[in-house]
């Protein structure tokens, strides 16, 4: 079986130091062609901006090309057709499979059939990997380092892929977390009991001042609206932290907000150019990580 990345912990520390340290080498120099003649499927079964098109770039700038689509309206899983079969058809044309889509797991059945490597470009409210990879990026980036930071994860927590993902990688970088939720989005006990089982440092609270002026990383997120099987629920909880500009007089200088986007409300607009707003920027790596990563993959950097 090919390898592929599903969860973050398909990557071993060095193999995510290599990433990022190949996403740089790409970022200095994005005009690369030594993918030509390879093909990608994206195949997006839930909407996304940033994933799909970063990822679609991201091939075209290796000189590969693109086949998929950006939902499955159109596709004879509309016909009662198993993702089973779809991967196995779409593995005969391709030479990677990269897919999003709503259900928790999907992407490791894809994997588990698929004859060409695939990677998961979020599966329902389990794993963002490729995203925890250009979050990496950012945070090195913007701190020098990614040893010894003080992150704080702020809103949805317990539906929120990306948080999971970064959970599990940031853990290999003595970290201490802040975990900043109302109680019903709180970071579900599998990730605790890894923190735990590994003796990592992190402390739970519902009032997002209690971590502001100490953290490095402030790392915000949208409550998953799509993710609630009770919208009543999503309502009691959907406005519970509102970050803005007059809220950051004592934040440590060198502190950065990072968001995996889209945001909704949960930072004001007048945030966005403060010397603390990086989740643009952070965004904008995501084309770099995801090249390195399709490289990395296919076998050649
Ligand atoms: N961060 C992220 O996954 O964004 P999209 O949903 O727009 O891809």
């Given at each position: 079986m090919p390898k592929s990345l599903i969860?973050?912990?398909?990557?071993s520390k060095d193999e995510i130091l290599h990433i990022l340290e190949v996403a740089k080498e790409f970022e200095a120099d994005r005009e690369q062609s030594f993918l030509a003649g390879k093909v990608v499927a994206c195949l997006f079964f839930e909407p996304s901006t940033r994933t799909r098109l970063s990822f679609e770039a991201a091939v075209n700038r290796l000189g590969a090309r693109v086949i998929g689509f950006p939902?499955?309206?159109?596709?004879?899983q509309t016909k009662g057709e198993t993702l089973e079969d779809t991967i196995k058809i779409v593995s005969n044309y391709v030479d990677m499979i990269v897919m999003r889509h709503p259900q928790a797991g999907a992407a490791d059945i894809a994997a588990s059939v698929a004859s060409v490597p695939v990677i998961n470009a979020g599966d329902g409210a389990n794993q963002h990997p490729t995203q925890t990879l250009l979050d990496l990026y950012a945070i090195q980036k913007t701190q020098g380092k990614l040893n010894g930071l003080t992150v704080n994860m702020v809103g949805d927590?317990?539906?929120g892929r990306a948080v999971h993902s970064l959970v599990e990688a940031l853990r290999w970088f003595d970290p201490h977390f802040i975990f900043t939720s109302p109680e019903e989005l709180n970071m579900p006990k599998k990730y605790l009991e890894i923190l735990d089982r590994e003796g990592v440092d992190y402390r739970q609270t519902d009032?997002?001042?209690?971590?502001l002026n100490i953290c490095d990383v402030l790392y915000m997120t949208r409550v998953q609206q799509e993710r609630f099987p009770d919208m009543d629920e999503y309502n009691k909880v959907k406005d519970v932290y509102r970050l803005s500009a007059s809220m950051l007089g004592s934040v440590k200088p060198n502190m950065k907000i990072m968001h995996?986007?889209?945001?909704?409300?949960?930072?004001?607009?007048?945030?966005?150019?403060?010397?603390?707003?990086?989740y643009f920027q952070q965004a904008g790596g995501g084309m770099y990580v995801r090249m390195a990563i399709i490289s990395y993959l296919l076998g050649y950097r």
């Amino acid at each position: 079986m090919p390898k592929s990345l599903i969860s973050i912990q398909d990557f071993s520390k060095d193999e995510i130091l290599h990433i990022l340290e190949v996403a740089k080498e790409f970022e200095a120099d994005r005009e690369q062609s030594f993918l030509a003649g390879k093909v990608v499927a994206c195949l997006f079964f839930e909407p996304s901006t940033r994933t799909r098109l970063s990822f679609e770039a991201a091939v075209n700038r290796l000189g590969a090309r693109v086949i998929g689509f950006p939902d499955n309206r159109n596709t004879s899983q509309t016909k009662g057709e198993t993702l089973e079969d779809t991967i196995k058809i779409v593995s005969n044309y391709v030479d990677m499979i990269v897919m999003r889509h709503p259900q928790a797991g999907a992407a490791d059945i894809a994997a588990s059939v698929a004859s060409v490597p695939v990677i998961n470009a979020g599966d329902g409210a389990n794993q963002h990997p490729t995203q925890t990879l250009l979050d990496l990026y950012a945070i090195q980036k913007t701190q020098g380092k990614l040893n010894g930071l003080t992150v704080n994860m702020v809103g949805d927590l317990k539906y929120g892929r990306a948080v999971h993902s970064l959970v599990e990688a940031l853990r290999w970088f003595d970290p201490h977390f802040i975990f900043t939720s109302p109680e019903e989005l709180n970071m579900p006990k599998k990730y605790l009991e890894i923190l735990d089982r590994e003796g990592v440092d992190y402390r739970q609270t519902d009032r997002i001042e209690d971590g502001l002026n100490i953290c490095d990383v402030l790392y915000m997120t949208r409550v998953q609206q799509e993710r609630f099987p009770d919208m009543d629920e999503y309502n009691k909880v959907k406005d519970v932290y509102r970050l803005s500009a007059s809220m950051l007089g004592s934040v440590k200088p060198n502190m950065k907000i990072m968001h995996p986007l889209p945001r909704v409300n949960e930072i004001a607009t007048d945030i966005d150019d403060t010397p603390y707003a990086y989740y643009f920027q952070q965004a904008g790596g995501g084309m770099y990580v995801r090249m390195a990563i399709i490289s990395y993959l296919l076998g050649y950097r």
